[in-house]
């Protein structure tokens, strides 16, 4: 049985966004799996000096056009967040809180948030990912009570810290059979190292 | 006639190198000319608070391994400079002192030196970029006063202080029709803006 591609990913990343509309079908095209594992990249940019890339002189006016254009290229749907960025505690809380006990509800849910998050709503607020929760069918007073829950706020501190302990330093960052792709624009490569085992 | 395609590059950059393998074919196959543009990053990344990828915690190991990953995927011969960074300043004066008189001998000696440096050779000394030039058939006498005039050393510095005013603040970084593309991995965006005139 080939492994699951591993997906870490912050909401509030544009290239994560993207990538959360390409990689199911690329992995499905393989046979694989794929684990979706947000994380939040606000720790983890102390660690690396780095900093969200539209607050980077000169990148940050390119990366706001890049991100449309690359979402177009792709014909994906893509309107920039504001404010960007934001928080996706809420969101990686009711993921985890959910994936304890049905993970492809779970995906579901992450696919709702990205989609909201870049269709021009909200959901940095606990509010609005119940909501979004809501309009999938999951009961509003148990997600409610998920993502309050001491096991839903360790279990999203724990990934984090798991994923940078691993060097995993950035969104989208996936791990396919050992081999480490960051970015959206890695996944040619991981068409490729599917098809072949690496080259 | 449309427009050439400019390409923004330093002589340190893994990606640029990369790039350089690629790009005159790929304007070849649109019925499109290249004009080479090499630049000194170091001051720009000032700018922008940036510094060569391999010495960036985490980042650093992540890049080493992915430049000779998207080389072998690409096809491309590739070894890691060493030391690395290292200065393209000596590069640049000859490939302008050059360019003002044969702009296609030029190219030919940008090639040359972008193959040396990735193959393990110094290009970072007057004399390593002499040499790589004569072996090219151009005068030893003639590219060593070439590189020492200031002429060379004005144009070097405006260039890259040109680019700079046009937020040019990575390599390889391209202009296409007025759009810009920064890194090696957005020639598959380039090659389909060519073909539709953009999206």
Redesign the interface.
């Known amino acids: 049985m080939p492994q699951p591609i591993e997906f870490f990913f912050d909401f509030s990343s544009p290239y994560g966004y993207i990538a959360s509309r390409l990689i199911d079908d690329l992995a499905a095209r393989h046979g694989r799996e794929v684990v979706w594992r947000p994380i939040l990249l606000g720790a983890?940019f102390k660690?690396?000096?780095?900093a969200p890339l539209t607050t980077?002189?000169?990148?940050g006016?390119?990366s706001k056009?890049?991100f449309a254009?690359?979402a177009?290229?792709h014909g994906i749907a893509f309107k920039m967040p504001d404010p960007f960025p934001f928080s996706g505690v809420q969101a990686n809380r009711a993921y985890y809180w959910l994936d304890s006990t049905d993970p492809k509800a779970a995906r579901g849910l992450a696919h709702a948030l990205y989609d909201a998050a870049f269709s021009g709503k909200d959901i940095a607020s606990p509010q609005a990912v119940i909501e979004i929760a809501g309009g999938l069918g999951i009961n509003r007073a148990a997600v409610t009570a998920g993502i309050a829950s001491p096991e839903a706020k360790e279990r999203t501190r724990a990934e984090s810290d798991a994923a940078a302990a691993r060097?995993i330093?950035?969104s989208p960052y996936f791990v396919v059979d050992g081999e480490?792709f960051?970015?959206s624009?890695?996944l040619?490569?991981i068409e490729?190292w599917l098809e072949t085992g690496g080259?």
Chains 1, 2 share one sequence.
């Open positions: 983890i660690l690396t000096g780095s980077i002189p000169m990148k006016e390119y056009r890049d254009r690359t177009r290229y060097n330093f950035g480490p960051w970015g624009d890695r040619d490569q490729k080259w």
